[in-house]
Nanobody, 126 residues
Framework: VQLQACGGGLVQTGGFLRLSCAASGRTFSSRVMGWFRQAPGKEREFVAAIGWARGITYYADFVKGRFTISKDNAKNTVYLQMNSLKPEDTAVYYC????????????????????WGQGTQVTVSS
């Protein structure tokens, strides 16, 4: 599975961006898609995840109400709509795919994912 993330950029506080992650290759094996982010000097952290089959979503507490993860199965693409952006949202955002089944809460852990995209930079200016 290959993942191609795009849509990052520079926005002002309160602005919005929509990230996309297009999956190709053996996409039929992927069960869950996730978004993570990593700010300079910080650990990679979970943002949101969605199941391909039923569209069940899971969010980190700090993005609830601001970010929305969605999918287009026909396009093998997952989106992350980010609204009300804050400077602390500045990071490189990565999409990831997991082939395995875990409890929903386990998908916050990066090692649960098998494939990773290259990352897209999001910068929020104050």
């Amino acid at each position: 599975v290959q993942l191609q993330a795009c849509g990052g950029g520079l926005v002002q506080t309160g602005g919005f961006l929509r990230l996309s992650c297009a999956a190709s290759g053996r996409t039929f094996s992927s069960r869950v898609m996730g978004w993570f982010r990593q700010a300079p000097g910080k650990e990679r952290e979970f943002v949101a995840a969605i199941g391909w089959a039923r569209g069940i979503t899971y969010y980190a507490d700090f993005v609830k109400g601001r970010f929305t993860i969605s999918k287009d199965n026909a396009k093998n693409t997952v989106y992350l709509q980010m609204n009300s952006l804050k400077p602390e949202d500045t990071a490189v955002y990565y999409c990831a795919a997991s082939d395995r089944i875990y409890f929903v809460s386990s998908y916050v852990l990066a090692p649960k994912y098998d494939y990773w995209g290259q990352g897209t930079q999001v910068t929020v200016s104050s």
